[in-house]
């Protein structure tokens, strides 16, 4: 059920608050500016290091043979990423001779969602309801539940364990007869779980710790009803006097029943004296705390394991001796990467150039924001002052809120033609054409716009004649 609680902010503290946005806004409004600034540089620098190095790469045709004619030469190369070296989870005892070796933890617990609704009251006053919802999920962190503020979820969370995130890499992989340099492994991405061969004295160690935690918090529990062992076979001894007299055929089919007899005797011996961990549970790569993985509680556990398997990858970087090193331009940008599968040097050009054009315009739209919410926190005082009477306030904020926003596009687009003219002459000559268009429409047209819509209700607001005889 959703637990609220409202608060009232009067008059005199919004409007004191207003005010000191006008500081944040500022900083905003040059930080969005900046950005704009930045990126558009970024751009163009990073789209001529992709140029100059897709004319400057060469095909590593056999990776597998040093070539010294390569050395300090661009190169694009396939090859399979391998490596001898052994990683190991000294915790848990799992070891595997991989690339990386990774253990990713989550926690089973309660999660608190907010939800705000703002009403603003006659007087200048602000009424907040904020709406608390409570649901189970699996999260990275242990979430505490001593801060929700519904006393009724408080201290509902806990935790059967403590287990880190953990993640290694090996230190020699190899590219046919080359090394990769670290920033390189690390962008191996051959990603496959690890069967888990954990020893069982450590199995029955965390079982204890995780039941003796469990039962702090929950209470003593019943046992899970294990499934129950069959007796053993048993059959019948054929005395010596009578099977002496039986063929011989028939003689070594009941010497291998026997056998059998026994193995399977001795097995379900075993079954019967092993103990049955009720709080640790094992499948494929995931390690399970909790009494039933498909019906989780809350302070249930889950560690998986993944590795980084040898894989065949595309590098394209400069060689250096039986290693590699990044690509700098002339602008003094530097590159390198490494791709999963065959590419060619083409390919991995292309697709760097798409990723740099969507950062360009992602940061763009982040900069354009930024800019204008500094702008609306600049000018907000004005809205907030007009809170006394709602109605007004929220006609003359959609104003403000309006002429912030075509300020701010329009500012933001100076900037990136500044920024162009700067570093691209033409285009940056269009965008400030652009803007002064923006600028010009609102500021002269939208003026005229005005006197027109104003000369119009003065008409209308004048008195009819009245008619006359003389008229009729």
Same mark, same amino acid.
């Given at each position: 059920?959703?637990?609220?609680?409202?608060?009232?902010?009067?008059?005199?503290?919004?409007?004191?608050?207003?005010?000191?946005?006008?500081?944040?806004?500022?900083?905003?409004?040059?930080?969005?500016?900046?950005?704009?600034?930045?990126?558009?540089?970024?751009?163009?620098?990073?789209?001529?290091?992709?140029?100059?190095?897709?004319?400057?790469?060469?095909?590593?045709?056999?990776?597998?043979?040093?070539?010294?004619?390569?050395?300090?030469?661009?190169?694009?190369?396939?090859?399979?990423?391998?490596?001898?070296?052994?990683?190991?989870?000294?915790?848990?005892?799992?070891?595997?001779?991989?690339?990386?070796?990774?253990?990713?933890?989550?926690?089973?617990?309660?999660?608190?969602?907010?939800?705000? =609704?703002?009403?603003?009251?006659?007087?200048?006053?602000?009424?907040?309801?904020?709406?608390?919802?409570?649901?189970?999920?699996?999260?990275?962190?242990?979430? $505490?539940?001593?801060d929700f503020h519904d006393p009724a979820y408080q201290k509902k969370n806990f935790v059967l364990t403590t287990v880190e995130d953990a993640e290694q890499y090996a230190e020699n992989v190899s590219f046919g007869a080359y090394k990769l340099n670290e920033s390189l492994i690390h962008s191996i991405s051959s990603r496959e779980g690890v069967d888990l061969a954990i020893a069982e004295d450590l199995l029955a160690q965390f079982d204890k710790s995780?039941?003796?935690?469990?039962?702090?918090?929950?209470?003593?529990?019943?046992?899970?009803?294990?499934?129950?062992? $069959?007796?053993?076979?048993?059959?019948?001894?054929?005395?010596?006097?009578?099977?002496?007299?039986?063929?011989?055929?028939?003689?070594?089919?009941?010497?291998?029943?026997?056998?059998?007899?026994?193995?399977?005797?001795?097995?379900? =011996?075993?079954?019967?004296?092993?103990?049955?961990?009720?709080?640790?549970? $094992?499948?494929?790569?995931?390690?399970?705390?909790?009494?039933?993985?498909?019906?989780?509680?809350?302070?249930?556990?889950?560690?998986?394991?993944?590795?980084?398997?040898?894989?065949?990858?595309?590098?394209?970087?400069?060689?250096?001796?039986?290693?590699?090193?990044?690509?700098?331009?002339?602008?003094?940008?530097?590159?390198?990467?490494?791709?999963?599968?065959?590419?060619?040097?083409?390919?991995?050009?292309?697709?760097?150039?798409?990723?740099?054009?969507?950062?360009?315009?992602? +940061?763009?739209?982040?900069?354009?924001?930024?800019?204008?919410? /500094?702008?609306? /926190?600049?000018?907000?005082?004005?809205?907030?002052?007009?809170?006394?009477?709602?109605?007004?306030?929220?006609?003359?904020?959609?104003?403000?809120?309006?002429?912030?926003?075509?300020?701010?596009?329009?500012?933001?687009?100076?900037?990136?033609?500044?920024?162009?003219?700067?570093?691209?002459?033409?285009? /940056?000559?269009?965008?400030?054409?652009?803007?002064?268009?923006?600028?010009?429409?609102?500021?002269?047209?939208?003026?005229?716009?005005?006197? =027109? +819509?104003?000369?119009?209700?003065?008409?209308?607001?004048?008195?009819?004649?009245?008619?006359?005889?003389?008229?009729?």
């Amino acid at each position: 059920m959703a637990y609220q609680e409202t608060t009232t902010v009067g008059y005199g503290s919004r409007v004191g608050n207003s005010f000191k946005a006008i500081g944040s806004g500022i900083l905003l409004f040059c930080l969005g500016t900046a950005l704009l600034w930045w990126n558009e540089g970024r751009a163009v620098k990073t789209e001529k290091m992709l140029d100059e190095a897709g004319n400057a790469y060469v095909e590593m045709e056999n990776p597998n043979k040093k070539d010294a004619s390569l050395e300090g030469e661009l190169i694009c190369g396939t090859a399979m990423a391998t490596t001898e070296d052994s990683l190991s989870d000294a915790q848990f005892g799992i070891g595997a001779k991989a690339i990386a070796l990774r253990r990713t933890v989550e926690y089973y617990q309660w999660v608190e969602h907010a939800q705000e =609704e703002h009403k603003d009251k006659l007087g200048g006053k602000e009424e907040i309801v904020t709406t608390y919802t409570y649901t189970k999920e699996w999260v990275s962190r242990p979430v $505490q539940s001593s801060d929700f503020h519904d006393p009724a979820y408080q201290k509902k969370n806990f935790v059967l364990t403590t287990v880190e995130d953990a993640e290694q890499y090996a230190e020699n992989v190899s590219f046919g007869a080359y090394k990769l340099n670290e920033s390189l492994i690390h962008s191996i991405s051959s990603r496959e779980g690890v069967d888990l061969a954990i020893a069982e004295d450590l199995l029955a160690q965390f079982d204890k710790s995780t039941q003796a935690a469990y039962e702090r918090f929950y209470g003593v529990q019943k046992n899970i009803q294990q499934p129950t062992q $069959q007796p053993a076979q048993q059959q019948v001894a054929i005395p010596d006097s009578i099977k002496a007299l039986l063929p011989d055929s028939v003689k070594a089919a009941l010497d291998s029943l026997q056998a059998v007899n026994d193995s399977i005797n001795k097995q379900m =011996e075993n079954a019967e004296n092993k103990k049955d961990l009720e709080y640790v549970h $094992q499948a494929s790569n995931v390690l399970y705390f909790g009494r039933v993985p498909g019906s989780p509680e809350v302070g249930d556990i889950r560690v998986t394991f993944e590795q980084i398997v040898p894989a065949k990858v595309t590098v394209m970087a400069v060689v250096d001796g039986d290693t590699f090193k990044p690509f700098k331009a002339k602008n003094g940008k530097r590159f390198q990467t490494l791709v999963m599968g065959k590419k060619s040097g083409d390919e991995i050009i292309d697709s760097a150039k798409e990723a740099n054009n969507a950062w360009l315009w992602i +940061l763009r739209i982040v900069g354009i924001m930024m800019v204008i919410g /500094g702008l609306k /926190g600049i000018f907000g005082f004005i809205e907030t002052i007009l809170k006394v009477v709602p109605f007004i306030a929220g006609i003359f904020g959609w104003g403000v809120g309006l002429v912030c926003t075509v300020i701010g596009i329009a500012w933001s687009l100076i900037v990136i033609a500044l920024a162009w003219l700067f570093y691209r002459p033409l285009l /940056g000559i269009a965008l400030l054409a652009l803007a002064g268009f923006l600028v010009w429409v609102f500021a002269f047209k939208g003026k005229d716009k005005l006197k =027109e +819509l104003a000369g119009k209700a003065s008409k209308n607001n004048q008195p009819q004649p009245v008619p006359t005889n003389e008229n009729v």
